[in-house]
């Protein structure tokens, strides 16, 4: 019979229902039977002792939330009897001590990846064209559109069009709209234009919002986005357009680049309009310029490297009840494993670390590592303060509504995405990794704003677990898309790329689950399985305006 409740850790006073259960159940828990007093859907909790009043709420082993009416052994948890509740945290010893998986069956084993003059290897090879101002978006969007389907790029006709073109023929031979909507039209894509340059994987613009009226601290923080994007190592060169009245300064940009890649030596063509004049003179340049850059990127090809030249993002979005038992503790073995390497994990959306900051400082590899991040969540957490907000406000009505009623709870599961291994640094938005090892990256909880930060502090595949279902997706890098259960797979396997549904029904433990994610990902670093996100051009990129976004 398969298991049917989960109680995570010992010390917890909450249990997961795996499959729905009925009132009236007897639940075998860990000091004995528990009768059901309600109905607990799939992914929530209940009580496996009575709670009175004021009492805390564990799991995973830590506060989740605090009882503000009594709750009987084997009642239903939800928003109206818990509240959010975390431990307070502070500087105490190093715990960087952990169990290394064994990594002998690939210790020896490469991936096939773009290598860069600074010796950093990329999983893409794309040309980037980017605005410094929101201005030169309109002039940005007519370069891509002028290159990228005469260079193949981009489908003569995608299955959307050619389906409204087949609607409009059967209303001009008569059809009415009932008859429309009733009939079935078989979908097709059209693409006759074969791709010029074979080793240049595509032609990415950046579009955004921002780079004038905003903060210093903006412009600085875009700019060193844009930068990050632009050394990136799945990025062959680059294409910058500039007003040039906006804050957001060609010159900042180039110091920012500097910053990040002293010997940058890729192609990179700067444009600024107010110094050119006509804007046609200067799109007819940009896409001379740009084709120049195309033809010396495609003579980079894909050549073997090591395992530990691999950047994980770690991120989770429309999470559910199952996420921190399936997906998120996968994503966990699977980034030990690649530490265990020497490759390199970040774990970002510091909302989404509330109520584990503890375990977290504890395993920073010194103290002033560990004070870093302690103060930059303390200073997150103000700024979502004064705008009338907080942490507790970060799960959303889908995280609610299949079983993470608080953000703490979210928090304990989002957390074991990063594994077991020392925290070897933590940066603020928009750093650059350095250092191998697990990293804390200080964004958003926000799915897109995170992603997008990861891949700008040099991210190269981003693996991205889902109890819901989300498309999003990156321009430059790869977003793996990771389900916390198989009913979300199989109903959603147009952009959910692997299944972890397989640890809820007892089929595959986390670490058989983990082990089958690392091969996965190693093919899809290579370019030899498509990620489901890059095919359907989900090419999601939105910059952090610090403050805003939980």
């Known amino acids: 019979m398969a298991q049917k409740t989960l109680t995570i850790h010992p010390a917890d006073n909450v249990a997961v229902a795996l499959s729905p259960l009925p009132a009236g159940d007897r639940i075998n828990g860990m000091a004995g039977d528990i009768i059901l007093r309600d109905n607990i859907p ?33 009642g239903l948890v939800t928003t109206k009897n818990i509240v959010h509740a975390t431990q307070s945290f502070g500087l105490k010893e190093r715990q960087t001590s952990w169990h290394k998986p064994d990594v002998s ?17 990329g999983t893409a090879n794309h040309w980037l064209i980017l605005p410094m101002v929101f201005c030169e978006n309109k002039n940005v969007d007519a370069l891509q559109e002028a290159l990228v389907k005469a260079l193949g790029y981009k489908l003569n006709k995608s299955k959307y069009e050619n389906l409204a073109e087949k609607l409009a023929e059967q209303y001009k031979a008569g059809k009415s709209a009932e008859e429309i909507l009733s009939g079935s039209i078989e979908l097709e894509e059209i693409n006759s234009v074969e791709k ?85 003179d200067m799109l007819v340049q940009a896409t001379k310029q740009t ?86 969540i303390r ?26 009623i608080t953000d703490a709870m979210k928090s304990a599961g989002a957390a074991k995405k990063g594994g077991t291994s020392p925290i070897t640094a933590v940066l603020d938005y928009p750093e650059k990794i350095t250092k191998p090892g697990l990293n804390l990256l200080c964004t958003p909880g926000s799915d897109i704003e995170s992603t997008t930060a990861e891949v700008g502090s040099g991210a190269t595949l981003v693996l991205f677990t889902t109890g819901l279902g989300t498309p999003t997706g990156n321009p430059i890098a790869p977003v793996v898309k990771i389900s916390s259960n198989t009913p979300l797979f199989l109903k959603m396997n147009d952009i959910v790329d692997i299944d972890t549904g397989t640890i809820i029904t007892g089929k595959e433990t986390v670490e058989a689950a983990g082990e089958r994610i690392f091969e996965t990902i190693i093919k899809m670093a290579s370019g030899e399985l498509p990620v489901k996100a890059s095919a359907a051009g989900h090419d999601d990129f939105i910059p952090w305006k610090r403050g805003i976004s939980l």
């Open 42 to 74: 799939a992914k929530h909790k209940f009580a496996t002792k009575n709670i009175p009043a004021g009492s805390d709420i564990s799991m995973y082993g830590v506060l989740v939330g605090k009882a503000v009416v009594d709750i009987p052994e084997g």
């Open 291 to 376: 084709f120049a850059g195309l033809i010396q990127a495609n003579q980079n090809k894909r050549a073997p490297a090591p395992l530990n030249k691999l950047i994980l993002g770690l991120e989770c979005g429309g999470s559910d009840g199952f996420s921190g038992i399936s997906a998120n503790p996968a994503l966990g073995h699977v980034s030990d494993i690649l530490v265990t390497l020497g490759g390199t994990v970040v774990l970002s959306e510091f909302p989404e670390l509330c109520g584990v900051e503890q375990n977290l400082s504890d395993r920073c590899v010194d103290d002033a590592t560990a004070e870093r991040f302690m103060q930059l």
């Open 105 to 121: 069956k690939w210790k020896n084993q490469t991936f096939m990846g773009y290598h860069r003059a600074n010796d950093e290897v």
């Open 379 to 404: 200073d997150y957490f103000t700024r979502a303060q004064a705008v009338g907000s907080g942490f507790d406000s970060n799960p959303s009505a889908g995280n609610i509504r299949d079983g993470l």
């Open 196 to 280: 010029l340059f074979p080793n240049v994987d595509g032609i990415k613009i950046l579009n955004h919002t921002l780079g004038c009226a905003g903060t210093k601290d903006d412009t600085i923080a875009l700019c060193g986005l844009l930068a990050g994007y632009i050394t990136h190592p799945n990025v062959a060169g680059a294409t910058v357009l500039s007003l040039g009245c906006q804050n957001a300064q060609l010159a900042i940009l180039e110091q920012e680049i500097h910053k990040r890649d002293p010997q940058f030596s890729k192609p990179l063509f700067l444009l600024e309009q107010q110094a050119i004049g006509n804007e046609t």
